[in-house]
């Protein structure tokens, strides 16, 4: 508290008026949030290929293209290739690639993110219920990797061990853990599936393009990227009431005995942990259930 002297008028503004500002995260948490600020469709039109690039030689093989070839190993950025989904003529240099092959315009690249929006409206309860699952999953890989048979309890155990030889256990074990890291796998792919965030089967990997797009729809598409891949624990909503977003698993800090505190990237605001749970299922973006750790806002 500053103290301010009698005669000053009332509407004197303290130099620290500022203590009502919300604290900055420390340097670790800031350096997990892109610098949304600085993207937009200004960063669009830079995109620089060569000849090397994957997903130029899987164009020239799909359609052939004549105009690649004999081209120097740096492709200029003005040579104009068809988008893969509009097939409107674009200059390479507008054009995104996509881990599957495909090279996309701006226009289509918006549109892949309006569908990822529709897919978490649409699938959040399925997606919610994937994630749980992989979480089981891999608290049981877990247990797979650091004590064997995860059905083994202190009483069979040492029985069951005397019972099977050495390799046994381990041709067990390793079985055991190789269908959990398929089961894993095939449960990550379906989630991603489900959020819309792949094209052709394949991970898009947007968050290598964030910068190419508005920085509100960046830092939406970004928690969504968080969301779909925090584990459920982990999840939490921005306390301050004219907000409730999403807070990212990586916005979480230590701030000893008092436990944690959340950075919001949507209101800049904090929050801090509290027993209380979340006692409606949120009806916005994104959708956490019912029962879900809330919190309470802090500086
Ligand atoms: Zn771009
Ligand atoms: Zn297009
Ligand atoms: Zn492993
Ligand atoms: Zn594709
Ligand atoms: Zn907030």
Known sequence: ?????????????????DDNAPISPPKDVKACIPDFPKFGLHNCGNHRYNTENKNIHIYFQRFQRSVLRGQSRNLSGSI???????NTLTPLSHLHDLPCGDLVCLVCLRRLIARVYANIAQNWRAIRH?????????????????????EETPSNGRAKKRRLSWPKISA???????????????LSKRLLELAGLTCCGVSMRLGRLLACLPPETARDLWLIFQWV??????????????????IAACCRWDVGASGYRYHCVVCQGNSQDCSRTIEQE??????????????????
């Open 172 to 186: 067990f074990t390793n079985i055991r853990h190789e269908n959990l890291e398929k089961e894993c796998f095939n």
């Open 80 to 86: 104009e290739l068809a988008c893969t989904k509009c």
């Open 1 to 17: 508290m500053v103290h301010i002297p009698p005669q000053c008028p009332l509407w004197f503004k303290s130099p620290n008026d």
């Open 229 to 246: 891949k925090d584990p459920p624990y982990r999840q939490r909503v921005c306390a301050w009431p004219d907000c409730g977003a999403y």
């Open 130 to 150: 994937t994630r749980n699952q992989i979480d089981q999953l891999e608290r049981q890989l877990h247990d797979a990797e650091i004590g064997g048979d995860p």
């Open 282 to 299: 949120q009806t916005r973006f994104p959708y956490l259930p019912k029962g879900q750790p809330a919190l309470t806002p802090a500086r």
